[in-house]
């Protein structure tokens, strides 16, 4: 069965620090990876996703995500946090092909301190 | 011009109570699907249709039933409810693109409290 893990419930960056959030997933073939950002009251939306092709994805808002099949890993990452990035963040991952379960993980939120 | 939309944004009822809760979207896709978000924001799929035919149904108490009238619409109706109802609801809809990816886009969610 596919997982999702996010090993941080919760990071803290100072505005402008670059930043890094972990993902790890279990597929047995190649997955379709995706990151959502999720602001206060609000729905999720897509920042990026990877199925094939060059491991390292570029996304809105200035967010890259490095599909890593060696460490089962798609971290994200940003090199100048803004204060308007502060949200919940989810990694997701789902079976290529078809439309089929997608997995969340349990999400990292994200504080930006002045 | 919304892409996904819901109705109510906000649900306040009593145990005991039948509600609904309805999404539309006006992207274009087959594929639609209701997420339930709990309070430690874990989100767990419950449903899905393709072309109004349902095919993702979750371990979902049968207290909740999915109705799609049309492939734009996609409603919730839960009857019955329970204090463990209350959550977020998101509704999400998707289309395969030519790389075969199935790309979900979501609505804005619905808090439902249930008293």
């Known amino acids: 069965a596919q997982s999702v893990t996010q090993p941080d419930i919760h990071i803290t960056v100072s505005e402008g620090a670059s930043l890094e959030l972990r993902c790890n997933y279990s597929y047995g073939a190649t997955p379709y990876l995706f990151w959502y950002v999720q602001s206060p009251g609000q729905g999720l939306q897509l920042l990026l996703k990877?199925?094939?092709?060059?491991?390292l994805v570029q996304g809105i808002k200035g967010f890259e995500a490095e599909f890593k099949r060696s460490q089962s890993s798609f971290n994200l990452r940003k090199p100048s946090v803004h204060w308007s990035d502060a949200a919940e963040y989810f990694c997701?991952?789902?079976?290529?092909?078809?439309?089929?379960?997608?997995?969340f993980g349990t999400g990292t939120k994200l504080q930006v301190i002045p | 011009d919304t892409a996904v939309s819901q109705t109510p944004k906000y649900l306040v009822t009593q145990m005991g109570n039948d509600k609904s809760i309805k999404c539309e979207q006006n992207?274009?896709?087959?594929?639609m699907y209701w997420y339930k978000q709990d309070s430690k924001k874990f989100l767990k799929i419950m449903f899905s249709?393709?072309?109004?035919?349902?095919?993702i149904n979750e371990t979902v108490p049968n207290r909740f039933s999915p109705k799609s009238p049309d492939k734009a619409h996609l409603n919730l109706h839960i009857n019955s409810l329970e204090l463990g109802d209350s959550a977020v609801y998101f509704c999400a809809s998707s289309q395969l693109d030519r790389e075969g990816t199935d790309t979900q886009y979501f609505g804005p969610g619905t808090r439902l409290t249930v008293l």
């Open positions: 249709y393709n072309n109004k035919e349902l095919i």
């Open positions: 990877y199925f094939s092709g060059d491991t």
């Open positions: 997701a991952v789902g079976p290529s092909g078809g439309y089929q379960k997608v997995t």
């Open positions: 992207l274009g896709h087959d594929t």
